[in-house]
Every structure is written in structure tokens, then in C-alpha cells.
């Protein structure tokens, strides 16, 4: 069972920053690729960012220029979300995807249980 554990999230005021952490662990065989989404209360989850196994990125306009998504060079399976000039906007709890293959398994999304990230204004 493929799992990801998330860290980093809490209370910030807004201009501050934060940097959320995940880390995959389990039978993985091909990381894809890892990225964050987010979901406000009431709204859909929407994309943040992803980071692909050959290091292409993709953001969310909302946070170009803000947030960089980045993966640990020793340990693979880890990535991080550095958010700076945080906004009461980007409230919402954070989810960590990997999409990756399991041995024997086409590749899937799998999902970690979230960590809140709450920006005050």
C-alpha cells in the first residue's frame, strides 16, 4: 500500500510563509509524478502544483510566482511546497498526490490525508 505522509501545514499571517513536506513510502516502482492540491471549505479541490520525475513543473495562476514546488534530490519519493506571500485565499487543507506505479499495477493516484494550512489576515 503506497502511502504519503504530509507535514508543514498551520497558522500564518498573511505575507508569511510556510513549506509543506510529503513524503511517499511503500511499493512504489515509477514516481510519475508528485504534486499538491488544495480544496477550500465549499469549494472543489483544485491543482497547486506538480513536479514531474524529469523536474517539469506546473502551477496554479493563483500562485506563480509564490509557491515553488521542489523534490528532495536524495530521497526521490519526498516533495515540498514552499509558499511565500501567503494570502487568507490560500486557507485550505493541502493534499499530496502521487501518481505512480506500483509493481505489477498500472499507474495511479494516490492520496494523503491532508495538512491545514490557515492564513490570517
Known amino acids: 500500500q503506497v502511502q504519503l505522509v504530509e507535514s508543514g501545514g498551520g497558522l500564518v499571517q498573511a505575507g508569511g510563509s510556510l513549506r509543506l513536506s510529503c513524503a511517499a513510502s511503500?511499493?512504489?516502482?515509477?514516481?510519475?509524478?508528485m504534486g499538491w492540491y488544495r480544496q477550500a471549505p465549499g469549494k472543489q479541490r483544485d491543482l497547486v502544483a506538480t513536479?514531474?520525475?524529469?523536474?517539469?513543473?506546473?502551477y496554479a495562476d493563483s500562485v506563480k510566482g509564490r509557491f515553488t514546488i521542489s523534490r528532495d534530490n536524495a530521497a526521490k519519493n519526498t516533495v515540498y511546497l514552499q509558499m511565500n506571500t501567503l494570502k487568507p485565499e490560500d486557507t485550505a487543507v493541502y493534499y499530496c498526490?502521487?501518481?505512480?506505479?506500483?509493481?505489477?499495477?498500472?499507474?495511479?493516484?494516490?492520496w494523503g490525508q491532508g495538512t491545514l494550512v490557515t492564513v490570517s489576515s
Open positions: 498526490l502521487a501518481f505512480v506505479t506500483v509493481y505489477g499495477v498500472p499507474a495511479q493516484d494516490y
Open positions: 511503500g511499493p512504489i516502482g515509477t514516481i510519475v509524478h
Open positions: 513536479i514531474a520525475t524529469g523536474g517539469l513543473t506546473n
